[in-house]
C-alpha cells in the first residue's frame, strides 16, 4: 500500500511537469494535440492524487502505526471522524491535502472551461500546474507522508499512536483547516487567469468575469474558516476570547483583507475599465499571501501558541515565493500598456473614490497586519534582536482603521458614480446619520463613556439603516408597481439584482460582527480559587460551587465543576466547566461552561486544581453581545451565497462607447 | 492633475495617520526574545525591557512558595532563576524538563519575573513512539527509498 502511495505522488509531480511543458509548447508551437494532452495530464494529476490519498485515509482508519504519520497523529480509541481529520491535521498530511485540493480546483477548471477561452486556458493549466509541481515537490522530497517507521531496513510499525492533539478534537476544528483551505488554494484559479490573460494580452474583463464566481466561493470559504477558527478559539481555548492577533491566526485574515479589496476593485474593472494594473497587483498579492498563510501556519517562521512543528519547508515556500514574485512583477511591467484605464477618477465625493479608499484602507490594514506579524523576523534581520508586538499593538492600529471602514460601507454605496450632489448625499445620508447621533448621545446619558465603542455603535446604527432604506425603498417601488406584498417585493427586488442586495447583505454581516466585536468593550473577568460552597460575584451573575467531579474514559481523565448560576437572585441553572487530560498525547484541554444569550455569554473555564489540590480555579468572563458575532458570520454566508445566485434581470455592466456611427438607416 | 492633489492629500493623511498609530507607544507593546544563553550577554540593557525568555525546566527545580512558583531555566551551562506570580494556573506541559517560554521583566537581583509561562512537553515534537523493551529506537525512513 504504502508503495503505491509514493509511487502515485511521484507519477503525479512528473505528469504535474509534463502538464507545464505541454500547455506551454502546444501554445507557442500551435500543436492542439499537446495542448489537449496538458488538459488529460491535470485530470490524471486528480487522479494520482485521489489514489494517494485514499491510501493515506485507509491507513489512517485501519491503525496502520507502520506509518510515521499515522503513529504521530492517531491512535486506536480515536473517534473515527478524527481519525479522517488527521489526514489535515500534521504537516506532511495536509501538505497532501493541499495539492489534493488544488488537483481537485484545476480538474474542475479545466473541465468548465474546455470549450472557452482557447487562447488563454493553455497558460491557465500551466500556471495551475507549476503551483501543483511546488506542492508535489515538497509531497515527494520535503514532508513525505508515505514515511514508515523502520529499524535499519526493516519497516516496523508501534502497538499504538500518539494521538490528534486534544486541542483539535472539536468538530469546528474538524472542518475549520478544509475551510480555510478550500480558500487558500482557491484563489490560485483567479490568479491562474490573470496570469493567463496577462501573457496573452486578452482584450477586455474575461478574466474577471470568467473568475468571478470562482474568487467570491472562495473568498466565502476563506471567511467561513476565520469564523471557524475564531469559534475554535472561543469554545476550546477556554481563554476567554475569540481573536489574539497570532500569527497563524493573522495569516488567515491577510488573504482574506486583500480578496476583500479585490472583490470591490473589480467592480471598478467591470463597470468603467479602471484599475486594470491594480486588479492584477491585487489578485496576484492576494494568492501569494495564501501561499505565505500555508508556509507561516506549517513551517513556525514565527512563533505561535498554535506551536506547530518547527520545520525546515520554510526555505522551500521562501524560494517559490521569490520566483513566483519576480515572474508576476516582470509579466506586468512587460505589459503595462495593454493595462491601460479607460477613464479618470473625477471626485473625491464619488463612487470611484469610495472604491479607492476603501481599497487602500483594506490593503493598509493588511500591510500593517503582515507588518506586525513578520516584526519578529524584521527587527531581527535590522537590529539582531527577536521583538514581538503584542496584541494592543494590533488592536491600537487596527480598531480606528476598522472603524473607518465600517463608515465607508455605509456611504461608499450611495455615492453616485462619478460624482455626487451634495442635495443627494443630504437625501441618502440625513436620517441615517441623525439616528446614529440620537443614538450615541442616549448611550452617552446611559453612560456608556468607551470613546471606540460610541463611533462603533453610531456607525454600526448609521450603516445598517443605509442598508434597510435601500431594500425598502427598492421595494416599495416594485411593490407599487406590480402590487405584490412588501416581504414578496424585498425579495423579488434581491432576485433581480443579487450581486448588489447579497452585497448588503455582507456589509450588513459586516454590522452585526462589529456589534459583537464592540462589546470587548464591556468585558468582565475575575479568578477565584474555589471549595465546594464557594459563592463568587461577578456582574450580574452569582456563581456558586455545588461539587466537584472526576472520572475516566478510554480517551481522557477529567475534573468537572459543577456551578450553580443565579443573575439578581434568579436561577439560571447549572453550568459544568471541565479540565481533560488525554493519556495518548498526554495533554490537557479545557471544556469551557458556556451559556449564551444575544446580550450577553456568560463563560466558565477550570483552569485547573490549586497547588494544594483542594480547591478548584475557575475562570469568569462576561463578554456582552459575542453572539452577534456568529449571528453575523451566518448572514455573510447568506449573503454571499445570494451574490452567487445569477440575477433574474441580467445586468449588463456595459460601457457607454461609441463603436461605429450608422450610415445608413434601414427602412422598415 | 489638481483633482489628483485632493486624492494625494487624503491618502497622505490617512497613511501618516496608520504609522502614528503604529509607531506611537509601541515602546510598550514590545517583547524581546531571548534565550537564556543571549540574556547573559546583554548586560544592562537587560533591565526595564519586557522580555520572553525560552530554556529548559531545570530537573528538580520547581518549588511552590504561597501563591508564587520558583523554577530554574537552563540552556547549556547557563541558569536563570525564574519568579513566576501570574494569576493564571500553570500549563500541565509545565513539569521537569519541558521548554518553556518565560515572559515578563528582569530584575536588579538577577531573578527574572514572570508573569506569563508556556511550556511544551519535548517529547511531543521529536515522534518517539513507544517501544517495547529491548527494541531499538526506529528511524524514521522515507517509504520512498526504502522500497523502490
Not at chain 1, 208 to 225: A, D, P, V, Y
Not at chain 1, 319 to 327: P, R
Not at chain 1, 365 to 377: D, E, H, N, Q, Y
Request: aromatic letters at 12%; one cysteine or more.
Amino acid at each position: 500500500m504504502e508503495n503505491f502511495g509514493s509511487l502515485a505522488i511521484l507519477l503525479a509531480f512528473a505528469v504535474a511537469i509534463y502538464a507545464v511543458v505541454a500547455s506551454v509548447a502546444g501554445r507557442i508551437k500551435n500543436k492542439p494535440f499537446l495542448i489537449a494532452s496538458g488538459r488529460r495530464a491535470v485530470y490524471s494529476v486528480w487522479v494520482l492524487m485521489t489514489l494517494a490519498s485514499a491510501v493515506l485515509l485507509h491507513a489512517l482508519l485501519t491503525n496502520d502505526f507502520r506509518f510515521a504519520y499515522v503513529a504521530e497523529h492517531s491512535n486506536r480509541t480515536l473517534p473515527t471522524v478524527y481519525k479522517f481529520a488527521a489526514w489535515w491535521s500534521g504537516q506532511e498530511g495536509s501538505l497532501m491535502f493541499w495539492s489534493w485540493l488544488l488537483a481537485t480546483y484545476a480538474a474542475v477548471v479545466v473541465f468548465t472551461n474546455r470549450r472557452k477561452h482557447r487562447d488563454m486556458m493553455p497558460y491557465v493549466v500551466a500556471v495551475l500546474s507549476a503551483v501543483q509541481t511546488f506542492f508535489l515537490l515538497m509531497n515527494n522530497f520535503v514532508a513525505n507522508p508515505f514515511q514508515m517507521l523502520a529499524v535499519d531496513k526493516l519497516i516496523t510499525s508501534v502497538p499504538d499512536g500518539s494521538g490528534l492533539s486534544p486541542l483539535l478534537q472539536y468538530p469546528a476544528m474538524a472542518i475549520h483547516p478544509p475551510m480555510l483551505y478550500l480558500g487558500y488554494v482557491g484563489f490560485a484559479v483567479p490568479f491562474a487567469f490573470a496570469i493567463g490573460s496577462l501573457i496573452t494580452r486578452q482584450p477586455g474583463e474575461g478574466w474577471i468575469h470568467t473568475t468571478r464566481r470562482w474568487t467570491l466561493i472562495t473568498w466565502l470559504f476563506q471567511g467561513t474558516g476565520i469564523m471557524l477558527g475564531a469559534a475554535w478559539a472561543y469554545h476550546v481555548l477556554g481563554w476567554g476570547g475569540y481573536w489574539g492577533w497570532d500569527p497563524v491566526e493573522n495569516a488567515s485574515l491577510l488573504p482574506w483583507l486583500s480578496g476583500t479589496a479585490f472583490l470591490h476593485s473589480v467592480m471598478m474593472q467591470e463597470k468603467k475599465g479602471m484599475m486594470k494594473v491594480w486588479n492584477i497587483v491585487l489578485v496576484s498579492t492576494t494568492f501569494f499571501l495564501c501561499i505565505l498563510g500555508t508556509m507561516m501556519t506549517r513551517s513556525g517562521l514565527v512563533q505561535s501558541v498554535h506551536a506547530f512543528a518547527r520545520s525546515d519547508i520554510g526555505k522551500y515556500f521562501v524560494s517559490f515565493l521569490a520566483i513566483g514574485i519576480a515572474g508576476t512583477i516582470y509579466l506586468i511591467l512587460d505589459r503595462l500598456d495593454y493595462l491601460k484605464s479607460d477613464s479618470q477618477l473625477e471626485a473625491v465625493v464619488s463612487r470611484e473614490s469610495s472604491f479607492l479608499f476603501n481599497n487602500l484602507i483594506l490593503l493598509a490594514s493588511c500591510f500593517a497586519v503582515l507588518w506586525g506579524t513578520l516584526f519578529p523576523k524584521i527587527s531581527e534581520a535590522v537590529s539582531g534582536d527577536q521583538i514581538s508586538l503584542d496584541a494592543d499593538w494590533f488592536n491600537r492600529l487596527m480598531v480606528p482603521i476598522g472603524l473607518f471602514l465600517l463608515f465607508l460601507t455605509g456611504v461608499g454605496p450611495l455615492f453616485a458614480w462619478r460624482r455626487t450632489s451634495g442635495e443627494s448625499l443630504r437625501r441618502n445620508f440625513q436620517w441615517p446619520g441623525l439616528a446614529a447621533v440620537v443614538l450615541v448621545a442616549a448611550l452617552f446619558v446611559a453612560g456608556v463613556r468607551h470613546p471606540y465603542a460610541l463611533i462603533s455603535f453610531g456607525f454600526c446604527l448609521f450603516v445598517a439603516l443605509t442598508v434597510i432604506v435601500e431594500f425598502y425603498k427598492g421595494a416599495r417601488s416594485i411593490a407599487a408597481k406590480s402590487g405584490f406584498s412588501l416581504p414578496h417585493a424585498v425579495v423579488e427586488l434581491t432576485h433581480r439584482n443579487t450581486r448588489r442586495y447579497g452585497g448588503y447583505l455582507v456589509h450588513m454581516a459586516i454590522v452585526l460582527i462589529f456589534i459583537g466585536i464592540t462589546g470587548k468593550a464591556f468585558n468582565l473577568s475575575d479568578t477565584r480559587e474555589m471549595a465546594q460552597g464557594d459563592t463568587m460575584q461577578i456582574g450580574h451573575y452569582s456563581l456558586h460551587m455545588n461539587r466537584m467531579d472526576q472520572g475516566e474514559n478510554d480517551q481522557y481523565q477529567w475534573h468537572k465543576a459543577i456551578i450553580q448560576v443565579t443573575k439578581d437572585g434568579a436561577d439560571l441553572g447549572t453550568l459544568e466547566p471541565e479540565k481533560r487530560f488525554y493519556k495518548a498525547s498526554k495533554q490537557g484541554t479545557s471544556e469551557i461552561g458556556l451559556r449564551q444569550r444575544p446580550n450577553e455569554d456568560l463563560y466558565l473555564n477550570f483552569a485547573g486544581m490549586s497547588d494544594d489540590n483542594q480547591r478548584a480555579i475557575i475562570q469568569a468572563y462576561v463578554n456582552p453581545l459575542v453572539f452577534w458575532i456568529w449571528a453575523g458570520g451566518l448572514v455573510l454566508i447568506g449573503g454571499t451565497l445570494v451574490c452567487l445566485v445569477p440575477s433574474k434581470v441580467k445586468m449588463q455592466y456595459a460601457r457607454t462607447s461609441v463603436v461605429g456611427v450608422a450610415k445608413t438607416h434601414v427602412k422598415a | 492633475m489638481k483633482k489628483y492633489g485632493k486624492f494625494a492629500i487624503l491618502i497622505a493623511i490617512i497613511l501618516a495617520v496608520m504609522v502614528w498609530l503604529a509607531t506611537a507607544g509601541s515602546g510598550g507593546s514590545k517583547t524581546y526574545y531571548k534565550t537564556v544563553a543571549e540574556l547573559g550577554q546583554m548586560g544592562d540593557r537587560a533591565y526595564g525591557q519586557r522580555l520572553r525568555v525560552g530554556g529548559d525546566v531545570a530537573d528538580g527545580s520547581i518549588q511552590h512558595r504561597g501563591k508564587q512558583v520558583l523554577f530554574v531555566l537552563k540552556q547549556d551551562k547557563q541558569d536563570l532563576k525564574v519568579v513566576y506570580s501570574g494569576l493564571d494556573p500553570l500549563p500541565d506541559t509545565f513539569r521537569d524538563g519541558a521548554q518553556a517560554l518565560a515572559e515578563g521583566k528582569m530584575d536588579r537581583d538577577g531573578t527574572f519575573h514572570a508573569t506569563s509561562i508556556q511550556a511544551k512537553c519535548a517529547s511531543k515534537y521529536e515522534a518517539k513512539p513507544s517501544l517495547k523493551p529491548g527494541q531499538a529506537l526506529p528511524n524514521i525512513n522515507s517509504g520512498t527509498k526504502a522500497s523502490l
